[in-house]
């Protein structure tokens, strides 16, 4: 089967029907916790104060359970109602905006401490219409700029996404370090084509030092 | 479920509007008040963040007037507990969020605030 953000824009690709199916799924389950959890690892936040964090692409609240369980306060943004719908149901306990992010996110600077996002970012990577507004670079753009602005410095965002080739790593990473981001890509289980997972790590002056130490590959 | 603590981060992000974008004036909002877990050092740490006068005026919108108009130094209990029910506790459900500057309707649903912009609203 070809890919889900090649077959329709997340909005309509998630109607009622596919955003229960997803979230029951067990395996998808365990697959969104511990990249999750990683995201987390690898956000790195200081463990003795409690953070306010942004879900970016919360879907239906599985990351955001997470959130709530390790004691984080967090918002966040989806572009699919019926998945925020089921979130309701699952009663997180994060404020849920419906928002498309290649549009920009509109928060004060420096409101977060750190953003996480599971599974959304080659969701950029299609173009929904011929506008020049829904091109991927555009799109790209008014993400990592606004989302960049919405961080405190120093912090960190992870990402996680499926790109299809190496370029839309290229892509993603360039207009993020234009963005005024620093880090890069972490690749967890890079020999493996079905566990292979790819981490984009971002710093906001410096990101914070230190961090897990990682067996991954840096590209 | 917009709470005012995320209430107190949100501008407008229509094309262009980048300035007196801030608060979102609230209209015909529902209220809901939910329990959450006191953090005081939850608090402590957002506190820095906190557009004051904003929060303020929100709150008196629903109807809780236990803030301070100015900012306290020293941060007692009493004053910790009505900033934790202010941002965490009370839930706008209903209405519609409004720009100051461009005017711009975000409306709010089921809790859930609608941002998405037409495409000429972007950029
Ligand atoms: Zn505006």
Redesign the pocket.
Known sequence: MSRPELQAPAEFYYGDTEAKKYTQNTRNQQIQASMTYRALELLNLPTSSPAFLLDIGCGSGLSGEILDDEGYIWTGLDIAPSMLEVALEREVDGDLFLQDIGQGLGFRPGSFDGAISISVLQWLLTAPTSHHTSSPPFRLKKFFTSLHSALKNPSRAVLQFYPSDDDQIQLVTGIARQAGFGGGVVVDYPNSNKARKVFLCLFVGGGMSGGPSSDSQQV | MVRLITHNILA?H?KG?TSN?FPLQLQGVQIELREAEFNPEFLKTFLPKIEWKALVDTAKEARDTSLPLEQPEMLDDEFLKNLHHVLLEIHIEEGTMI?P??K?NYPISNGIPNMLLAEHEVG
Request: with cysteine; aromatic share 0%.
């Open positions: 407008c229509v509007c974008n720009c500057n461009c711009h």
